[in-house]
């Protein structure tokens, strides 16, 4: 039987859940509410490293990325950090679409699986 480990975990969800070789990271959204698709996007991607760091793992080793946005004009910004931010030769799946964050305030949500290191 694998064991399973919750890191951040509190009654309604982990932030990340360990089974085996693999890291499931929980949706990752900005702290910083106002702030523009640029810098949503920043922080978003630095809470994924921070957690997939929290699980033994880095961003060379992600299998796959949700994105999420509230809009597709957001679409070209989001990848002008999204490109710069990925390791080159070790890009991950990908897939991004609009969709109705839980916030209206938000921009983009980032979702990730990832292998540990």
């Not at 480990?5 to 509410?33: E, H, M, P, W, Y």
């Not at 490293?49 to 509230?70: C, E, H, N, P, Y």
Request: glycine residues 4%.
């Amino acid at each position: 039987m694998l064991d399973i480990i919750r890191i951040d975990q509190n009654a309604r969800r982990s932030r990340a859940t360990v089974v085996g070789d693999l890291v499931f990271l929980a949706g990752q959204v900005a702290d910083d509410k106002n702030g523009d698709i640029t810098q949503q996007t920043r922080e978003a991607l630095a809470k994924v490293d921070d957690m997939l760091a929290r699980a033994g793992t880095d961003k060379s080793r992600l299998i796959s990325v949700q994105i999420w946005l509230k809009s597709m004009d957001d679409f070209e910004a989001m990848n002008a950090i999204y490109d710069a931010w990925v390791v080159p030769g070790n890009t991950p799946t990908r897939a991004c679409s609009k969709a109705e964050l839980a916030d209206q305030a938000y921009h983009i949500e980032v979702i990730a699986l990832a292998a540990r290191a």
